[in-house]
């Protein structure tokens, strides 16, 4: 049955509440409302209703992901993971997650290196750490790939080894060595750069090395 709209009010929100001669009332987007232009005395038909609801929740879920967005880059399973918690329909989802990719605000290779820049100024990690952080967020094994092939362990370990000695000022060599080796092996570096790290940092600091 084709419903008449009877009114329409705009709210403070930018949000449009449209009344129909029925009884029901619904509300939208002043952005939903402009593109269905919805006025007082348009008829609507059920499909066109359905139509625009739909449009509205996308717009929803649209904003969601661009409002995530902001703080920095996410990858696809970040985006999926928010709206289906948020309680998005399957098909939103997807939608939102297409018009994302065409206007270039979705890219998987672009996050993960926009990752490991991020990684490599703030939080030096091996290139296998920072792969298995990549994998964790959905990345594909292509585009771990990729990006961490450039990754060059040996000076990550040093400006990692670098901050975590100025913290460890004035003990002893085995104390030095025992919680750099720790620290260093939690951000995935392996065993034998470990101990090349440590010896540089070391002899680094003006001590020597005990026999």
């Known amino acids: 049955m084709n419903v008449t709209i009877i009114k329409t009010q705009k709210r403070p929100n930018g949000m449009v509440k449209v009344s129909l001669d029925e009884g029901s ?52 399973m970040e985006i999926r ?25 979705l890219d998987d290779v672009a996050f993960a290196m926009y990752w490991r820049e991020n990684r490599g100024n703030f939080k030096p990690l091996s290139s296998r750490r920072i792969g298995f952080e990549l994998k964790q967020k959905g990345v594909s094994i292509e585009a771990i790939s990729e990006v961490t092939a450039e990754i060059d362990d040996e000076p990550s370990a040093y400006r990692a080894a670098q901050r975590k000695a100025r913290s460890l000022s004035g003990v002893d060599y085995h104390t030095f060595r025992k919680r750099l080796a720790m620290f260093l092996k939690q951000r995935g570096f392996d065993y034998d750069l470990i101990n090349r790290t440590i010896d540089r940092v070391w002899q680094e600091v003006g001590t020597t090395k005990p026999d």
Do not use: C, M, W
């Open 25 to 76: 009332s619904f509300t939208v987007s002043s952005s939903v409302a402009a593109e269905a232009n919805l006025h007082e005395g348009q008829v609507l038909s059920p499909h066109e209703i359905v139509s625009i609801r739909d449009a509205e929740l996308l717009h929803r879920s649209l904003h969601s992901a661009l409002r995530y967005l902001g703080p920095r880059p996410r990858s696809e």
């Open 81 to 105: 993971l928010r709206l289906r918690r948020q309680g998005f329909a399957p098909t939103t989802i997807e939608t939102t997650i297409a018009k994302l990719k065409e206007q270039g605000l």
